[in-house]
């Protein structure tokens, strides 16, 4: 069987709805992500142990690498590289961020905290989180580069940027680091694209976490909405004391706009398209945001070793291509994606290229999945979201039903 059905950028038919009207040249440039990566990244160097304990008790002779490895960012890179989607791809480098845009979301002491622990030599700033000697220069390229995705939008020069980045930064709150990250990659770029002009922006957050780093920072903010599907694990520790559940919707002036999708464990590609369906595109309908910021982590895949929620590379492609055409409605077609979690080495690029096919609004997949199949229940995991919509339809004052 050909893996690979090969279509063309330039074949007119790829061109969605709403780019057939454009003229051919910005269409061709519709058609493009515009990927930003710099090698500096792969300096981060998690070690070995347990997982991601860092520890050898002495009990195995074979210790895994951390998951938040360089490995799996390696197979990121090649893959857009050298897979179908290859012609789609147009290639930036990126760079470090200044402090002074750091401070754009994190707190002048808490980076203070992780350049003290740099010049210290390292530290494990909460559980499994090491920031070792190269982990802070490649977490300041993660957050420029990110910045310099979205001013690559800001400046109109794309309309798709995908910022493939490590550390992953969506669990760094503004003054705590936790889950791998240190740096809030999106959250800094979200305050960039806010400084432009940029009025009202929706994250929509897939890693299989709960993305309390971004949740957190906008949390009075009525002007960025934060909704984040995410496996039902609730608390786990000081670092992250947010639960995750439906009720945390944000306070003050920002008070509806976080919103919390925690689906049961084993959810797979049809309940998290009913919950994209029947949650995330009634809000995005509400909210009209002017640019889409897709917070991606392929630990929602059936086969990562962190996450229980079994999409396949079909849920992924399925939930870019929705988020692709939310953009097309709402967003003049513009979409951050901004790299998280995912921690399978192959399966997470396969679901990234998928991913990838789905924002370009492809009609046919470029690429088939080698190794999935996982058998679905959706029933439960429907149940939940519909008790999801009744209760943001009852609490959340812009979902109100007029
Ligand atoms: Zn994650």
């Not at 210290?120 to 802070?136: D, I, V, Y």
């Not at 020069?157 to 969506?170: D, S």
């Amino acid at each position: 069987m050909n893996r690979f059905h090969r279509t063309l950028p330039q074949n007119p038919t790829m061109a969605s709805k709403a780019e057939s009207s454009s003229t051919s040249s910005s269409s061709q440039r519709r058609d493009m992500i515009h990927v930003f990566w710099h090698e500096g990244m792969l300096a981060h160097n998690t070690g070995t142990g347990v997982f991601d304990s860092g520890i050898d008790p002495g009990f195995l002779d074979v210790l895994d690498k951390h998951p938040e490895n360089a490995d799996r960012v390696r197979n990121l890179v090649s893959i857009l590289r050298k897979g179908p989607i290859s012609p789609f791809i147009s290639w930036h480098s990126g760079r470090s961020a200044t402090l002074s845009e750091l401070q754009l979301f994190h707190t002048a002491e808490y980076i203070e905290e992780l350049e003290k622990a740099n010049e210290a030599g390292g530290k494990e700033l909460c559980a499994g989180t090491f920031l070792n000697p190269g982990s802070w220069d490649a977490a300041l390229i993660a957050a420029g580069t990110t910045i310099s995705a979205i001013k690559q939008i800001l400046d109109g020069h794309a309309k798709l940027a995908y910022a493939l980045v490590r550390p992953p930064g969506h669990h760094a709150q503004p003054s705590q680091a936790d889950g791998y990250c240190f740096l809030n990659n999106a959250g800094v770029a979200i305050q960039v694209a806010r400084n432009s002009g940029c009025q009202k922006v929706a994250v929509i957050d897939i890693d299989v976490h709960y993305g309390n780093g971004t949740a957190q920072g906008f949390y009075s903010c009525s002007e960025v909405l934060t909704i984040s599907v995410h496996m039902n694990h609730g608390s786990w520790g000081k670092s992250h004391p947010q639960s995750g559940t439906v009720d945390e919707l944000g306070e003050g002036d920002g008070f509806g706009y976080n919103l919390n999708v925690p689906l049961p464990n084993g959810t797979g590609d049809e309940g998290y398209a009913y919950a994209m369906d029947q949650l995330v595109v009634p809000a995005l309908h509400k909210f009209n945001p002017s640019l889409i910021v897709l917070v991606l982590g392929q630990d929602s895949s059936a086969f990562d070793p962190n996450g229980r929620q079994c999409l396949t590379m079909e849920g992924y492609r399925s939930i870019g291509r929705n988020i692709r055409r939310l953009a097309n409605k709402f967003a003049d077609g513009k979409v951050l994606i901004v790299q998280e979690g995912g921690y399978h080495v192959t399966y997470s690029a396969y679901c990234l290229h998928a991913t990838l096919e789905g924002v370009l609004d492809l009609e046919d997949a470029l690429l088939d999945d080698p190794v999935a199949y996982y058998p679905e229940d959706s029933a439960y995991s429907m149940k939940v979201v519909d008790a999801i919509q009744r209760y943001w339809k009852d609490n959340v004052p812009f979902m109100k039903e007029s």
